[in-house]
């Protein structure tokens, strides 16, 4: 049996690329970026006032007082989308909106309620002004060709309203590899169908569904095989010859009902792994068909929450160029007793809130309340537990 680290190693050691493909940038949101992104032009892309008001020579104002106030001519106006057309000329000021260019030669902004109008063509003002206040310089937010986002940045709606600032139309994404879901087991059913004596919902078809959505994939659920292994095979065979990636659950123990590794074999997969020293989710297999990777979790539903997240989100992660592939760990004070398992290692269900962690009771892998109210997982070295007050290392879960 492996160590979780061992584990984690194999996995993203496995070629798989998830490719890529041009999107729209008006599509892209949620979608990973391939390549990086720089700014084809600089931002802003000319100098613009941040004020309504009148744009002026500073020198001009140099000397200006409230008993004294400097009166310059108004010789025109700068709007936004509607620029000024001449330079600046000694004791002379334009009005200005907000956004508007600032024409060459103008290097100060004043407030329009810094100002008071003296007929239609003057205007006085009763202060000194600061040369370059209330200016946005052109460059002074982006240069043109910085680099903006990185391969396996997310397209977020904020970041997607920054690309389009910049009229960019479609932008290179990661492709969404497709993921087919299975599971076997006489014992369950489907979502919204009737329950018989002893049976179950298929609950982790549908955890699978919606995590893999949430990532970046494309998923299908393939459906409910029995313990039957001409069934098993055929289903698994539909779903392989569909999936770029495979994700199974249940049939990975050594049952006499746990048919996977006998599937694995009969089709020609790879068995990169088959068991891991951890809790919950011990009895995994990975196994590879070509450039296809299948992930075969455990039957509890809280081990394949479990499996998931610390071993599927780092390859996908991965996949996409999302950086870093694993994502650090954290430091809290435990809130209660982190008990260890004498010979694996603990991932225990946990809400961390402020500087504290606090295990959730109950851990075991069918609580399927657990994963529901858990925002983090302790990780517990075997036979080390954590008492109250000393530090414990935790895992986010659910970003």
Not at 68 to 73: V, Y
Not at 191 to 197: D, F, M, R
Not at 237 to 248: P, Q, R, Y
Request: glycine share 10%; charged share 20%.
């Amino acid at each position: 049996m492996i160590t979780y680290r061992q584990a984690l190693d194999l996995i993203l050691a496995l070629p798989f690329d998830a490719g890529m493909e041009m999107c729209p940038l008006l599509d892209s949101v949620d979608r990973f970026l391939a390549e990086p992104v720089g700014a084809p032009w600089p931002m802003p892309r000319f100098d613009n006032s941040s004020m309504d008001g009148f744009a002026a020579r500073a020198e001009d104002l140099h000397d200006a007082t409230t008993d004294h106030p400097a009166r310059l001519s108004i010789v025109g106006e700068s709007a936004a989308g509607r620029a000024f057309a001449g330079e600046a000329a000694p004791r002379t000021a334009i009005r200005i909106s907000t956004g508007a260019p600032v024409p060459p030669g103008y290097d100060a902004i004043i407030p329009i309620e810094n100002a008071r109008l003296v007929g239609e063509r003057d205007v006085e003002f009763p202060a000194p002004a600061v040369a370059g206040r209330y200016i946005r310089r052109r460059a002074s937010d982006v240069a043109e060709g910085q680099a903006l986002f990185a391969r396996g940045a997310r397209v977020t709606p904020a970041v997607l309203a920054f690309l389009a600032s910049f009229n960019i139309p479609a932008v290179r994404v990661a492709r969404r590899p497709r993921v087919a879901i299975l599971t076997g087991g006489d014992e369950i059913v489907a979502h919204g169908a009737p329950l018989g004596e002893g049976q179950i919902v298929g609950s982790s078809l549908y955890y699978l569904d919606a995590e893999l959505r949430a990532c970046g994939c494309e998923p299908r659920i393939f459906g409910i095989a029995r313990d039957h292994l001409p069934d098993l095979r055929a289903l698994f065979s539909e779903a392989l010859a569909w999936g770029d990636i495979l994700v199974t659950t249940a049939g990975v123990s050594v049952g006499p009902h746990d048919l996977m590794g006998r599937v694995v074999e009969e089709l020609g997969g790879t068995t990169i792994l088959h068991q891991v020293a951890i809790r919950p989710g011990k009895p995994m297999l990975v196994a590879t068909y070509g450039a296809k990777v299948h992930f075969g979790f455990p039957g509890n539903p809280v081990s394949t929450c479990c499996n998931f997240e610390i071993f599927l989100k780092p390859f996908l992660r991965r996949a996409f160029g999302i950086e870093p592939t694993v994502r650090p760990t954290e430091t809290r004070i435990a809130a209660g007793r982190f008990d260890a398992d004498l010979r694996r290692l603990f991932f225990v269900y946990t809400i961390i809130d402020g500087d504290t962690a606090r295990p959730l009771p109950n851990q075991n892998s069918a609580n399927l309340l657990l994963p529901a109210m858990a925002n983090a997982l302790a990780i517990i070295k075997p036979g080390d537990t954590v008492e109250t007050g000393e530090a414990v290392e935790v895992l986010r879960v659910g970003e």
